[in-house]
Nanobody, 114 residues
Framework: QVQFVESGGGLVQAGESLRLSCAVSGVTFSGNGMDWYRQAPGKQRVLVAVIRNTGNTWYADSVKGRFTIARDNAKNTVYLQMNSLKSEDTAVYYC????????WGQGTQVTVSS
């Protein structure tokens, strides 16, 4: 079974940065695309950033130019560097494989105060 352990969240002020990490086990990491999602209070979980096993990336318009997704295949870990954070980035952040696995981690809370 695929397992995800997200970390790196916290409480920051608007304009500051955070780096999220997601350690993945139970899957051939290097052969999978990896995605970051987020879920704000009272809203659905949405896709934020994508990195394929080729290294190609995609970002939601709301984070483009501020967030950077990266992966370290040797560590089975995917990262999300978040700069110039805004209050609307407040959410629980999750990672998952592409295609989606059947499980989710506990997520990591990001709270941005304005």
């Amino acid at each position: 079974q695929v397992q995800f352990v997200e970390s790196g969240g916290g409480l920051v002020q608007a304009g500051e940065s955070l780096r999220l990490s997601c350690a993945v086990s139970g899957v051939t990491f290097s052969g999978n695309g990896m995605d970051w999602y987020r879920q704000a209070p009272g809203k659905q979980r949405v896709l934020v950033a994508v990195i394929r096993n080729t290294g190609n990336t995609w970002y939601a318009d709301s984070v483009k130019g501020r967030f950077t997704i990266a992966r370290d295949n040797a560590k089975n870990t995917v990262y999300l560097q978040m700069n110039s954070l805004k209050s609307e980035d407040t959410a629980v952040y999750y990672c998952n494989t592409f295609p989606l696995s059947g499980s989710w981690g506990q997520g990591t809370q990001v709270t941005v105060s304005s």
